[in-house]
């Protein structure tokens, strides 16, 4: 039963200028802006890049001076952030442009949020309240998705791990969004196809987990259910026939999945978390093997959520064992394995994974309750 007497806030995202060729807009809204000196925020493989070669000679042509910080992990750690801070002041930048998948949108969001605050970066943690410390500006930021999974490019978090224990932290304000994002979906047709299936599973896994996640938000309801339904249509072709269609599809799911996942995400994600913590498991992959086994999990009571994804799929029976099957095959058409012990994990594993699972800050927006044990079971269906 919906309470209609309890007051509830709905939030949505930046500017967006999506197209092909969208990037080419980037030299001349930082000049309109006054910014002449970004800080680019990227990842190793993404800075080698062709098109990231012909952004920065577009900036130079126009007299802007990047500096390019590309030092990060593939899941990053508090370590990427305070070096990516001390290179902005260091070398006297202006603004922060984020290019890339997950982990640079990340590493960039955090480093704008610590310039003009001086806590320790993890008193910031909004698991424990630390949103409140933010109070101070944050600089000029910018965001420039190349891959079509996280969304983080509409985000107004960042996932950032502890150096040693690889615990993960969020660091959450609204003040964290970009002031506009350019998604381009030409610069995803360089990715190789593992990135575009992993990604692309990792961004259906954002739509269905917003979906049934608890809450009534029916706007992020439509949001996730129309993602579901782009992703369902165009990810076999973004991978095995990739065209300007199938990535600009897989493109806007994607961020579609990360406006709607601010009502939540659910077991799945807390079942993927661990194994990139105590694996270094690609986010997206381990989204991947573990996606059907946690919607299986969460058929029992929610049938009726489960026919609406189902038609959404268009698949032939309204069930959802018709969604869980349909999502083993999807995994098998892009190259995606369907069991952790072909991703590295072991029996020995388990437990600790389980014990990480239950910890987790996705799971409690699950539509129903998910105990220890219920992460043991399943990680090993899954194995």
Do not use: W
């Not at 042509?61 to 750690?77: G, L, T, W």
């Not at 026939?241 to 897989?250: C, G, Q, V």
């Not at 079942?271 to 059907?292: E, F, K, Q, Y």
């Amino acid at each position: 039963m919906i309470d209609f007497n309890m007051i509830r806030q709905y939030n949505f995202p930046t500017i967006i200028r999506f197209g092909g060729g969208a990037v080419k807009e980037l030299p001349d809204y930082l000049k309109t802006n006054g910014l002449s000196s970004p800080l680019i925020v990227t990842d190793p493989v993404v800075k080698q890049l062709s098109f990231f070669q012909g952004i920065l000679e577009s900036l130079s042509a126009k007299s802007i001076a990047a500096e390019v910080f590309a030092d990060i992990h593939k899941n990053p750690v508090k370590s990427d952030v305070l070096r990516g801070g001390d290179v902005f002041k260091i070398t006297n930048r202006d603004s922060i442009i984020g290019i890339g998948g997950g982990a640079a949108m990340d590493v960039a969001r955090a480093i704008a949020l610590r310039i003009n605050h001086h806590r320790d970066l993890f008193d910031y943690d909004d698991l424990i309240g630390g949103d409140k410390y933010v109070t101070e500006s944050v600089p000029h930021f910018i965001t420039i998705p190349t891959t079509s999974g996280t969304g983080s490019e509409v985000g107004r978090s960042a996932i950032i791990s502890e150096d040693d224990t690889h615990r993960k932290r969020i660091l959450f304000s609204p003040k964290l969004l970009a002031k506009i994002v350019f998604a381009d979906p030409l610069l995803t047709m360089e990715l190789p196809a593992f990135v575009t299936a992993a990604t692309g599973m990792d961004a259906l896994t954002h739509n269905m987990e917003a979906f049934l996640a608890k809450g009534f938000h029916p706007m992020a309801d439509g949001i996730a259910l129309e993602g579901i339904a782009l992703i369902n249509e165009s990810i076999v072709d973004a991978v095995n026939r990739p065209s300007l269609e199938s990535r600009s599809k897989m493109m806007i799911a994607s961020l579609m999945g990360a406006v709607a996942f601010q009502k939540g995400l659910g077991v799945v994600h807390s079942l993927a978390h661990p194994l990139s913590s105590l694996l270094d498991t690609h986010h997206g992959l381990a989204n991947a093997v573990n996606l059907p086994y946690g919607m299986n999990f969460n058929i029992a009571g929610f049938e009726d959520k489960f026919r609406r994804i189902s038609r959404t799929m268009e698949l032939k029976q309204d069930t959802g064992e018709a969604v869980v099957k349909h999502l083993f095959d999807l995994n098998k058409q892009i190259g995606m394995p369907v069991r952790l012990r072909d991703i590295g994990v072991k029996e020995e594993h388990l437990e600790t994974l389980a014990d990480l699972g239950f910890a987790d800050f996705c799971h409690p927006n699950n539509p129903k309750p998910v105990s220890r044990n219920d992460f043991r079971k399943l990680y090993g269906e899954a194995l």
